[in-house]
């Protein structure tokens, strides 16, 4: 199965059915599939905290949220992230294009690639890292599972070696 399939089944199997996402060349099938799903609600943003402002909202209206982003944003996202979300409790899948891992071709990817890990870490956010298609297939609805038990964000790190798939 294709990569770009298999996080899009995912994402149906979960139950997800409200996503924003932020441009990203990696994620843009899934994007496209996302949109063209009548039973998900599809808001592109421009910047994540933007993202994650929007997917707050829809949860309390009901909604079961994912935003899907590059790492690189993850940055932009730390005050709502520490802030709204752990004060309120929300579950989020963020699905995360990481750029700067191996086989990345754009040296400025690079320093926040190796971050990201750590800055997950620091905001007490679990995460899973899927190496090939049918790990994502089974993890992700995983992932939103844990995400709505523990009433916290759940992070999915999609590395530049996953998309060769």
Not at 78 to 99: G, W
Request: proline share 6%.
């Amino acid at each position: 199965m294709e990569s770009s399939e298999a996080v899009y089944k995912a994402i149906k199997e979960a139950g997800i059915d409200f996503i924003v996402s932020v441009p990203c060349v990696n994620l843009g099938k899934v994007m496209e599939l996302v949109d063209c799903d009548e039973d998900i609600i599809h808001v592109p943003v421009t910047r994540e905290e933007e993202g994650f402002g929007i997917c707050a909202g829809a949860f309390f209206g009901g909604k079961k949220p994912a935003i899907l982003m590059q790492n690189s944003g993850l940055g932009n996202s730390v005050n709502v992230l520490a802030s709204l979300y752990e004060l309120y409790k929300i579950p989020i899948l963020i699905i995360m294009s990481h750029r700067g891992t191996e086989g990345e071709f754009m040296s400025a990817q690079i320093p926040m690639g190796k971050a990201t890990p750590g800055v997950l870490d620091v905001l007490n956010i679990a995460y899973f890292n899927p190496k090939t298609p049918e790990e994502a297939l089974e993890l992700i609805p995983q992932a939103w599972k844990l995400s709505e038990m523990g009433e916290a964000p759940i992070g999915i790190l999609l590395e530049i070696t996953f998309w060769k798939n």
